[in-house]
């Protein structure tokens, strides 16, 4: 049992998906075909679709894919059934998928969602960061920018950059940027096409899937006394040699790794 959880955990996170969906679906309608065989009860159309999607829910977990994708599988059957209900036409359902591939772009392949970070966490990296010498930051998986964006203004001398693959987000950094006049300079690009030997410091805020790719990479290119950054999400291969827990409230911790 053990070892097909670990062959079916290794299969891409999107067939997964697609398993778990169907398998719910599946489990709640023989669910619903045994209730009618006992006892006279017609379930709505509103309550099979939670039904599927809470049971969608607990699949996922234990088939132990990252958290995030609970509320998905919870609200996925749910959403369909919800826009049926208002005969809407087809080409707003092309419309939503387009806008999702924008933002979410190659989530499925990169265990990656769109994580955005906050100012408790903005406000933990300045302490980290060189003072009073020039260095050269990355955020990678830049999102819309914040990061690097809060911190170009307290540390004029230094070089900011952030990579983010999903089209929709570096578009909106990018003319973010434009409209400060910004230096900061964003790339559209996966961050394990780059070469990290060229930043000081490499800011993360990935998942748990990526964050052994992301550590290899690091330990191979970046250089010796340069600074590996991560939120909320350690890499299992060495201790950090910061653990920063942020404000009271704030969900994350910040790990850190000298080179």
């Known amino acids: 049992m053990g070892e097909d959880l670990r062959v079916m955990t290794r299969l891409p996170v999107s067939l997964q998906s697609l398993l778990v969906q169907c ?4 489990l709640v309608a023989l669910l619903a075909l045994l209730l009618r065989s006992l006892i006279p009860f017609q379930a709505a159309l509103w309550q099979f679709a939670l039904v599927q999607g809470a049971t969608a829910a607990v699949l996922s977990r234990l088939w132990r894919q990252p958290v995030w994708w609970l509320p998905l599988h919870f609200g996925f059957f749910p959403v369909i059934v919800l826009a049926q209900q208002f005969s809407l036409p087809a080409w707003i359902y092309l419309a939503a998928f387009l806008l999702l591939v924008l933002f979410y772009w190659s989530s499925f392949r990169t265990q990656v969602p769109l994580y955005l970070s906050d ?18 930051f990355i955020d990678i998986g830049s999102g819309f920018g914040d990061v690097p964006f809060y911190l170009e203004s307290r540390f ?55 964050m052994p790719q992301l550590w290899q990479q690091a330990q191979s290119q970046m250089r010796q006394g340069s600074l590996l950054i991560s939120l909320s999400f350690e890499a299992q291969a060495r201790q950090p040699d910061l653990v920063i827990p942020l404000a009271e409230g704030a969900r994350h911790t910040l790990y850190a790794w000298r080179m």
């Open 23 to 26: 398998a719910a679906l599946l």
């Open 119 to 136: 100012r408790k966490a903005w406000d933990a990296i300045i302490p980290l960061l060189p003072q009073a010498t020039p260095f050269r």
């Open 156 to 210: 004029p001398q230094a070089q900011f950059s952030g990579t983010e693959i999903a089209p929709a987000p570096w578009l909106i950094s990018w003319v973010r940027s434009w409209i400060r006049h910004s230096r900061v300079r964003f790339l559209r690009r996966d961050y394990a096409a780059l070469d990290l030997a060229g930043y000081d410091v490499v800011f993360a805020f990935l998942s748990p899937a990526a």
